[in-house]
Nanobody, 129 residues
Framework: VQLIESGGGLVRAGGSLRLSCAASGRTFSAYSMAWFRQAPGKEREFVVVSTWTGGTTYSVDSLEGRFTISRDNAWSAVYTIYLQINSLKPEDAGVYYC????????????????????WGQGTQVTVSS
């Protein structure tokens, strides 16, 4: 199993980024797949999950409407999820991680990093003010 994130970089406050996570090695269409982020000196925090039921749950912060998760439903060897981030703020900076789990967990559990079996290496997002 491999999860490979990309799309991070340096962007000015107010700008946008689209992060990608390429997943391979499993049939990820039936997995819950999430994005977490970790700022320097802070714990990894939940951003959003696309659940195995087809639903989407956002963290309280990302309910501002600036974050959007989507999936590439093409049946191919590589399954991709995206995280669109608009109106970036300096506090959005950090390493963004993609995670996946085959467990049929509820949304409360899926907000926790311990629910996920597979992780990518992360992609760095830097926001200049």
């Amino acid at each position: 199993v491999q999860l490979i994130e990309s799309g991070g970089g340096l962007v000015r406050a107010g700008g946008s980024l689209r992060l990608s996570c390429a997943a391979s090695g499993r049939t990820f269409s039936a997995y819950s797949m999430a994005w977490f982020r970790q700022a320097p000196g802070k714990e990894r925090e939940f951003v959003v999950v696309s659940t195995w039921t087809g639903g989407t749950t956002y963290s309280v912060d990302s309910l501002e409407g600036r974050f959007t998760i989507s999936r590439d439903n093409a049946w191919s060897a590589v399954y991709t999820i995206y995280l669109q981030i608009n109106s970036l703020k300096p506090e959005d900076a950090g390493v963004y991680y993609c995670a996946a789990t085959p467990r049929r967990s509820g949304v409360a559990a899926l907000r926790r990093s311990t629910a996920y079996a597979y992780w990518g290496q992360g992609t760095q997002v830097t926001v200049s003010s």
